[in-house]
């Protein structure tokens, strides 16, 4: 039996090319080069991402915690400021009370004998304190309707308003319903007692005079523009212009309103007060009120003085007119010196200067309050020799009046139809209303 022996086929395809082997071994290597120097390249990225933002977002978290602390400290010393602010607010109220019984000491019991005048807020007395100092003494009277917190308040603000030509509030009073105000003592009276005076007059030269004019120029200029409050007198006159021993002059009775009229508003009021004569025509008709009214009052109080006469009772020659009249008619004649007080026509310089101090009077009159300059421009006009006047257009003509000129006037107006309430109310020499805004 012949064994048959298989072998397995011989394979008939060509052996491999070494030459190919190699080159995909050269390809690998070079792959696996890439492939490294990528994740070279990728690392170096990363490091660089790391090394920059890991330090910026640090300090974002460090100002971050910064502002955060910042915030915090200035919160705390808010409140601290705040509350020392209130502390000196208190002390502030605490250091202007007086003592009620001393006060009424000093006034001798509100004794008709110190009573300096009367006014639609109360009366004014002479005081002398234990310390030896003079003061003058408004007793309030009993309708203001207002808490102690409130009126303490309200005359720590007043209180505030400090100006040469202002009456200085020293402090305050009170006892049950009775209300003090105590002012500095003025010693040479109201502005109306000089110049109205044919005596006293006497001691009045236009140099004493210009300076009362700029005195009183400047303290509307404070009310209006400079101080805390922007407060509107709206009670100018002769009156209410108190002189010191050196004559200079301090306007009085400016701020009260804030303490008795919780209704007002900062344009229009149904509650007219002033003076006949000294009123605007605006105020007087429709109850509104500005900063030009004051402006108003002030260029019939410089007529006043040049003039020497109360504009309601302007005597020219043998006929009675009234002042804005008078004035008006002569500075179109060219005669307007004829109204000038003789005792003030001392040099041709004095009447030159007086001559444009009446331009200025007749420029703050002018019937239409757009017209009238501000307390601003009237300072530099007095200042400044050298600026140029305007022309003034024709005044408000207040005419004799069947009510005593003498007392002044609180008439309820209807705003809606700008009609006056026949059944007005009348009270003496009654005082000044504010507009007030924070400054």
Request: negative net charge.
């Amino acid at each position: 039996m012949v064994e048959t022996v298989l072998h397995p086929p011989i394979s008939t395809a060509p052996p491999p090319s070494p030459g190919k082997d190699d080159n995909t071994t050269r390809k690998d290597d070079k792959t696996t080069q890439k492939d490294d120097n990528t994740t070279l390249k990728d690392d170096k990225t990363t490091r660089t991402i790391v090394v920059v933002i890991v330090p910026i977002v640090i300090c974002l978290i460090l100002a971050l915690c910064i502002g955060i602390f910042v915030k915090i400290k200035k919160t705390r010393k808010s409140k601290t400021e705040e509350n020392i602010e209130s502390d000196i607010e208190i002390s502030t109220v605490e250091s202007l009370q007086y003592n009620f019984s001393k006060v009424r000491d000093a006034t001798d019991n509100f004794s008709d004998a110190n009573k300096l005048g009367q006014g639609g807020f109360g009366f004014v007395y002479k005081g002398t304190l234990s310390n030896g100092n003079e003061v003058a003494v408004k007793r309030l009277s009993r309708n203001s309707g207002q808490g102690d917190t409130e009126f303490k308040n309200e005359v720590l603000l007043v209180a505030k308003l400090q100006h040469r030509n202002l009456v200085r509030l020293l402090g305050f009073s009170m006892e049950g319903s009775e209300r003090l105000l105590v002012y500095e003592f003025v010693c040479n009276g109201s502005l109306d007692r000089f110049i109205f005076d044919p005596i006293k007059r006497a001691h009045l030269d236009w140099e004493k005079c210009y300076k009362i004019i700029e005195g009183v120029a400047r303290g509307l200029l404070y009310l209006h523009e400079d101080s805390r409050l922007r407060i509107i007198h709206r009670d100018l006159k002769a009156s209410n212009v108190l002189l010191d021993g050196e004559m200079n002059s301090k306007i009085s009775d400016f701020g009260l309103a804030r303490l008795f009229v919780p209704d007002e508003t900062q344009g229009n009021t149904n509650r007219v007060v002033g003076t006949h004569g000294y009123m605007a025509p605006e105020y007087v008709i429709h109850g509104q009120f500005s900063v030009k009214s004051d402006v108003f009052s002030f260029g019939v109080l410089v007529l006043e003085i040049i003039s020497g006469q109360k504009t309601y009772n302007f005597r020219n020659g043998e006929s009675m007119d009234d002042l804005l009249s008078c004035v008006w008619k002569n500075w179109h004649r060219e005669t307007v010196a004829d109204i000038i007080d003789p005792a003030l026509r001392t040099s041709s310089r004095s009447l030159r200067d007086i001559m444009r101090c009446i331009h200025i009077g007749l420029l703050c009159v002018q019937e239409n309050a757009d017209d009238r300059p501000t307390m601003a421009s009237v300072v530099l006009m007095l200042s400044s020799f050298s600026l140029t006047l305007p022309v003034p257009s024709q005044p408000a003509f207040f005419l004799s009046s069947t009510v005593d000129p003498e007392i002044s006037v609180r008439r309820e107006n209807d705003l809606s139809t700008h009609q006056s309430d026949n059944n007005g109310r009348i009270s003496i020499n009654d005082a000044s209303m504010s507009e007030l805004h924070p400054r």
